[in-house]
């Protein structure tokens, strides 16, 4: 005779009965496969961010060069997770890079209020000025590795075609015709120039821009209208 507490028992349609709880534990609604695979992705995402953080933090805080262990270390997890998500230590300076861009293209790419020439340049000076101070650690640490790496090797040549194009959009024909005075200015707004006040001279911000301003006009003043 079956148990009538037995799953069996239910099964064969006692009704009157309540279903045993194992055969309850059995009938909890399980995960659909999307939704667990939805959660997957969004861990994997988020652990994704975390490594890239650490990188950015690392960086920032002036380890221009941090190894795959101390970027795990940073990020909260194991270092086989950091090469889990990035297979090299390139592909994690490439998200980087990814990063660094959208947070400058809006302002490269923002028009200028003034209107003629010179007072553009000027103006981009300036807008340079913000955007080197905060890339500079990032800037450094991938110039660092570029000679390691043919994508950042090419991602610092698309930068310097990226300053020269940018400054060229704005500057007359005549002015681009001379290729001394235009390359003097390209120099004089250029990263590594500012790098070298700030990194290398030592100089605070307000003094390596005084510096900047003064090579600029200087250069502005020996082109003729």
Known sequence: MLDAASPIAYAMGRIDMKPPPSLISRRQPQPLPDQALDGRHLRSRTTRAKIV???????????????????????????????????????????MAEVIEAQVMPIMLKPFEATGWRDR??????????????????????????????????GYHKQLQLERTSLHAILPPAVIADAPAASAIEVTISFQCWRRLRHDQGLVIDDARVVIHRLLEAMLASIAD
């Open 53 to 95: 953080s650490a990188l950015l933090t690392l960086v920032r805080e002036g380890d221009v060069a941090p190894g795959a262990a101390r970027v795990a270390e940073v990020a909260g997890v194991g270092l086989r997770t950091v090469f889990r998500h990035f297979d090299e230590m390139e592909s994690l300076y490439r998200e």
């Open 121 to 154: 340049v000027r103006e981009m000076a300036d807008r340079r000025i913000g955007i080197y101070e905060t890339i500079m650690p990032y800037r450094i640490s991938s110039s660092i590795k570029r000679f390691q790496s043919e994508f950042l090797m090419q």
